[in-house]
């Protein structure tokens, strides 16, 4: 099992800058990426930003990319997710997932890829 905490939301103006962590603890020694996906109200959940614990590989979806910037600290068990120019389109419940090791490598552009989740940290930007 690993456990996910995340921290950081709030509210933002538009143009503005938030960062985002998460914290995993528990099984961290079969990690293979850390990612965050979000969920706006209506809409299903998407991909946002993908890491690989060991070697930093960095995966972003297009609607983010040059704006937000995905981290890690190994020592820690962190993982951040460095968001500027927000748009309101950002608006949305910002979830920390974690995919452990396997003998293949999973998409991580998908949920379906993941095993474990955090609680959620609300984002929200106004215009």
């Known amino acids: 099992q690993v456990q996910l905490v995340e921290s950081g939301g709030g509210l933002v103006q538009a143009g503005g800058s938030l960062r985002l962590s998460c914290a995993a603890s528990g099984r961290t020694f079969s990690m293979y990426a850390m990612g965050w996906f979000r969920q706006a109200p209506g809409k299903e959940r998407e991909f946002v930003a993908a890491i690989t614990w060991s070697a930093g590989s960095l995966y972003y979806a297009d609607s983010v990319k040059g704006r937000f910037t995905i981290s890690r600290d190994k020592a820690k068990n962190t993982v951040y997710l460095q968001m500027n120019s927000l748009k309101p389109e950002d608006t949305a419940v910002y979830y920390c997932?974690?995919?452990?090791?396997?003998?293949?490598?999973?998409?991580?552009?998908?949920?379906?890829?993941?095993?474990?989740w955090g609680q959620g940290t609300q984002v929200t930007v106004s215009s």
């Open positions: 997932t974690n995919a452990e090791k396997r003998s293949w490598l999973p998409p991580l552009v998908s949920s379906d890829s993941y095993d474990y």
